[in-house]
């Protein structure tokens, strides 16, 4: 029998005569993990499957349609002076206000409004990161105002009401713009939640609908289609306006007899979309794609 692995084995165990008996090929101790540290099978799960309960879903199409619905046209009274700045007034939405950036953006551009002012959101714009909201038209004043439309100064639909001055003599309040930047892509909100990330300028609550008063007077047929949020056959704009908000797109056209007509488009398909033809002012046919 060969001899060579007995030699080993006799060198092996002379290396080793100098280490204690009780400590030869011993590790340090490792303690236990205690029942806080070890995963559960839902954390292996969410793993495994890549979810993270950080990731904040984006804001979706409908989540916008909604904000346009019940924010644009909205009045509200203004609880810091708003800046006339032509660029907009930036500021961190869901984080601290910056005092100090409004007094310096006031001081150098000046006042749009002062604060307990009556003002109307006239449009919402998305971005990426951002959602500007115009106020009386916005800085640059491309928006209209609906002169018609009375201010509801109580709440409960008890407080007094002031029609919004039409004499073209009349100058109008400048305009201001406000841009809240969300750091990050639009997260999911409700028209509730952006009227709260807009109450570092904006309180909603006091205030009657800007057109809660005026739509009272209207026919029946009218009135509860604007309370549905529904377009008609037979509304004129500024009621198509009440009922659903700005449009997303608008689409003039000439029919085949010559005249002129517009559609305002809400929604973008394969989603809910609905198209609302006017012909010299007045709806002529409600379409809505899928039925």
Do not use: C
Not at 49 to 56: E, P, R, S, V
Not at 65 to 71: A, C, G, K, M, T
Not at 176 to 182: K, P, Q, V
Not at 209 to 223: D, G, Y
Request: net charge negative.
């Amino acid at each position: 029998m060969p001899r060579r692995p007995y030699l080993a084995i006799v060198i092996l165990l002379g290396a080793s005569a100098d280490v204690p008996r009780g400590s030869a090929f011993r590790t340090s101790p490792i303690d236990p993990p205690s029942a806080d540290t070890l995963p559960t099978l839902s954390d292996i799960f969410l793993s495994v499957m890549g979810h993270d309960d950080n990731k904040q879903t984006p804001l979706q199409m409908q989540a916008r349609l909604e904000i346009v619905r019940y924010v644009d046209g909205e009045f509200a009274r203004a609880v810091r002076p708003l800046p006339a700045d032509k660029k907009g007034f930036r500021y961190q939405a869901r984080a601290p206000f910056n005092d100090g950036q409004l007094k310096q953006d006031l001081t150098s551009h000046g006042f749009a409004a002062n604060a307990g002012d009556t003002v109307q959101v006239t449009d919402v714009i998305f971005r990426e990161k951002e959602i500007v909201v115009e106020i009386n038209g916005g800085a640059r004043r491309h928006g209209r105002l609906l002169d018609h439309l009375q201010i509801g100064m109580g709440g409960g639909g008890q407080g007094e009401s002031t029609p919004a001055p039409k004499q073209p003599g009349i100058q109008r309040p400048p305009g201001a713009t406000l841009i809240l930047d969300y750091g990050a892509t639009l997260p999911d909100m409700s028209p509730d939640d952006l009227k709260h990330d807009l109450s570092a300028f904006l309180n909603f609550s006091n205030l009657h609908s800007a057109a809660v008063n005026w739509v009272e007077t209207l026919p029946p047929e009218f009135k509860d289609a604007i309370k549905d949020r529904r377009a008609v056959v037979g509304m004129n704009q500024d009621m198509v306006l009440a009922a659903l908000g700005h449009p997303d797109k608008k689409v003039r056209e000439t029919n085949e007899q010559g005249d002129e007509t517009e559609d305002w488009i809400y929604g973008n398909p394969p989603a809910k979309t609905i198209f609302v033809t006017f012909l010299n002012d007045k709806v002529t046919q409600v379409k809505q794609y899928p039925q």
